[in-house]
């Protein structure tokens, strides 16, 4: 008998296989790495300190963002160290595996974690820095759920993985938004 995060698992990574999917989603997983969103957020901050474009405003949204995805790899990376716990093609059979990863270890989700550090700043802060704040959320919340959801689509979580990496950034963003002072 299968437990509940193997179920879910394959019902996502084999039950909603699709062509579609399959060459959508390792590209989404993609945007919600570690490495994309380290990058964006460079290229955001050059940008935002030099006033390009006239977007020296969002200046201090950005360094939220960096402060928040900083704390979720100092949370996340030991984490995985200390629990090892391998991903699902390494434990399962008939896993479909869409892209591969150098790290063994699949608990908890760095994806997961970096990327909702990231939207939970930009949710907590939309007010302030969009006139159309009620998008910005929304588009937060969904890029979320997407990152969340490719991560076991392409096989490379379980869904424990992901909702504790979910949790790791959530609350890396809360700290960040509550005490780093931009």
């Given amino acids: 008998m299968m437990n509940a995060n193997t179920e879910i698992f394959y019902l996502i990574n084999n039950g909603l296989s699709n062509p579609y999917l399959d060459f959508l989603m390792p590209h989404i997983s993609d945007a919600g790495g570690l490495t994309c ?7 955001a901050l050059l940008l935002t300190r030099k006033n390009v474009f006239n977007s020296g405003r969002y200046y201090g949204l ?3 963002f960096a402060g ?4 979720a790899v100092l949370i996340t990376a030991p984490v995985k160290l200390l629990f090892s716990q391998p991903r699902p093609y390494l434990v ?3 896993v479909h595996i869409l892209t591969s990863s150098v790290d063994p ?3 908890p989700s760095g994806h997961s974690a970096t990327t909702l550090s ?6 907590l802060k939309a007010k302030e820095y969009f006139r159309r704040d009620v998008l910005v959320r929304c588009f ?13 689509y392409i096989g490379m979580h379980f869904p424990f993985d ?7 950034g959530i609350a890396s963003g809360i700290i960040v938004c509550r005490y780093l002072k931009v």
């Fill in 37 to 43: 969103l380290a990058i964006l957020c460079a290229v």
């Fill in 62 to 64: 950005v360094r939220l």
């Fill in 68 to 71: 928040a995805i900083i704390l």
């Fill in 92 to 94: 399962l059979s008939h």
């Fill in 105 to 107: 270890n699949s608990f």
């Fill in 118 to 123: 990231v939207m939970t700043v930009l949710f």
């Fill in 140 to 152: 937060a919340v969904a890029f979320s759920l997407t990152i969340g959801f490719s991560r076991i």
């Fill in 162 to 168: 992901v909702a504790v990496g979910c949790i790791i």
